[in-house]
């Protein structure tokens, strides 16, 4: 069985080979663009790789919130799930550009004091080495999930605490993922919902896109009692997750705009003009009312139509949430958007959707069939 399975991964990178060197084409002609602004290139490329972090942390913390309280939605996404927590060493590979233009993408390399995080916490040094810690504790962690395909149905007590553990590892680390990729980007701005705010945009991406998979994975099934059960819960999950994101958004913007201090409109000035105040617009119009208004009615929830088109807006909608939490501020409002943003996030999408499909063979290769919904 290894022979023919060796044979499929050659003959799947041969057949994936034209699809990895146009990923790289089209993020070297990025990097081209962006050679005169580097600063910005590397804004535009952090966007891309917040959203591709999103998918397997949040993988991982679905695949523990169900391991806590069970039920057939999450034995539904689990092979999605564990095909995204697959994705985390390429997600590593590819924060490789940020650590080595860290000292061109932060203001407070080259300057002398903080007004909000002392300098031995926002140094080159530490900062290389937070990463590097979170990286390395986020692959055990995966590679110990990996584990629960085989531990059926009914999981022990010990992995359940094991379970709550990995939460809690992921809430600090996306904490401080928050914090040094998005926050110190504004070194006068601070806010104590930035990390809970961050880890909800995770759990929403990956529980949309495992689930706009899993239905077109399989458009005809039959609409039976069970399976309409089913598609109400995930229907409500992903609701859960969109009221819970609007909640967090707007609790941080009401308590910034009740303490009008300096150090929180610094952050939230730039993204309230033109053309960034488009955005939260967007977002409340296309990421709120329009999923409340589809996914509220049990009949919405009951249509894999609805619920496909509702899991691909909102995935829409939270990449542009990341373009609102990093780019706004940072940029010159004549320039909003460059080119060079554009084939970065192309790149990158495309190298992500290959490393998807490959480690979605190779699980499949390697484990038995997990039970349908």
Not at 114 to 139: E, I, K, S
Not at 217 to 243: I, S
Request: with cysteine; glycine share 6%; hydrophobic share 60%.
């Amino acid at each position: 069985m290894s022979r023919a399975v060796m044979r499929i991964d050659r003959h799947e990178l041969r057949a994936s080979a034209p699809a990895w060197l146009a990923g790289v084409v089209l993020l070297a002609i990025g990097a081209l663009l962006g050679r005169d602004a580097a600063r910005q290139a590397l804004q535009g490329y952090l966007v891309a790789w917040l959203f591709c972090l999103a998918l397997p942390l949040g993988c991982m913390a679905w695949l523990a919130i169900h391991r806590l309280t069970g039920g057939r939605w999450g034995r539904a996404l689990h092979p999605y799930w564990q095909i995204g927590i697959g994705l985390l060493p390429w997600v590593a590979v590819l924060a490789l550009p940020l650590a080595l233009g860290a000292p061109l993408l932060f203001p407070w390399v080259h300057a002398s004091t903080t007004t909000t995080v002392p300098r031995w916490y926002l140094n080159l040094p530490f900062l290389y080495l937070r990463l590097a810690g979170c990286m390395a504790l986020w692959q055990v962690l995966a590679w110990c999930q990996r584990r629960w395909r085989a531990d059926g149905l009914r999981p022990s007590l010990a992995s359940q605490g094991f379970a709550g553990v990995v939460l809690l590892a992921l809430l600090l680390t996306i904490s401080f993922t928050a914090v040094d990729w998005i926050m110190s980007l504004v070194p006068p701005w601070h806010s104590t919902a930035l990390g809970m705010l961050v880890m909800t945009c995770f759990l929403t991406i990956a529980l949309a896109l495992p689930l706009l998979t899993a239905i077109r994975a399989r458009p005809l099934q039959p609409a039976t009692l069970e399976v309409l059960q089913l598609r109400r819960d995930l229907g409500n999950l992903l609701l859960a997750c969109v009221l819970g994101w609007a909640y967090l958004a707007f609790m941080d913007y009401l308590t910034a705009w009740i303490a009008d201090l300096p150090a929180e409109t610094v952050w939230y000035l730039p993204r309230l003009q033109w053309p960034w105040c488009v955005l939260p617009v967007a977002l409340l119009v296309l990421h709120l009312g329009v999923p409340l208004a589809a996914l509220l009615p049990r009949r919405g929830k009951q249509s894999p139509r609805v619920l496909a088109a509702m899991a691909a807006l909102v995935l829409a909608m939270q990449f542009a949430n990341l373009v609102w939490l990093v780019l706004p501020g940072l940029r010159l409002s004549a320039r909003p958007l460059l080119w060079s943003d554009a084939f970065a996030w192309g790149g990158v999408a495309l190298l992500m959707a290959v490393a998807w499909r490959q480690v979605r063979r190779r699980l499949a290769s390697e484990q038995p069939e997990e039970p349908r919904a």
